[in-house]
């Protein structure tokens, strides 16, 4: 049963920084991209960064620059950095993993506030 627990989010300041931790199990971990996907109140849910297997990354132009998605394969766990927070970064970041069905973690809160 594929597994994914977010944590790491909280309250910070603008240019602030927070580091996100996904513990995934239930599957394949290393043979799979990760995700991370943000929703802010009101919006959509949106793409933020990907690492594939291999690790290469991509990243949302919003936040090119200011965030990095790694991955431990022998911790089992994806991270994103985020730096230079702002307001607008706000939002409920969620981990997932398309395993035939895309599988999503619950979702931690960031909020970015002076």
């Known amino acids: 049963q594929v597994r994914l627990v977010e944590s790491g989010g909280g309250l910070v300041q603008p240019g602030g920084s927070l580091r996100l931790s996904c513990a995934a199990s239930?599957?394949?971990?290393?043979?799979?991209?990760m995700s991370w996907f943000r929703q802010a109140p009101g919006k959509e849910r949106e793409l933020v960064a990907t690492?594939?297997?291999?690790?290469?990354?991509n990243y949302a132009s919003s936040v090119m620059g200011r965030f990095t998605i790694s991955r431990d394969n022998a911790k089992i766990t994806v991270y994103l950095q985020m730096t230079s927070l702002k307001p607008e970064d706000t939002a409920v970041y969620y981990c997932?993993?398309?395993?035939?069905?895309?599988?999503w973690g619950q979702g931690t809160q960031v909020t970015v506030s002076s």
């Open positions: 997932s993993v398309l395993r035939g069905l895309r599988y």
């Open positions: 239930g599957f394949t971990f290393g043979s799979y991209t």
């Open positions: 690492i594939t297997n291999g690790g290469s990354t």
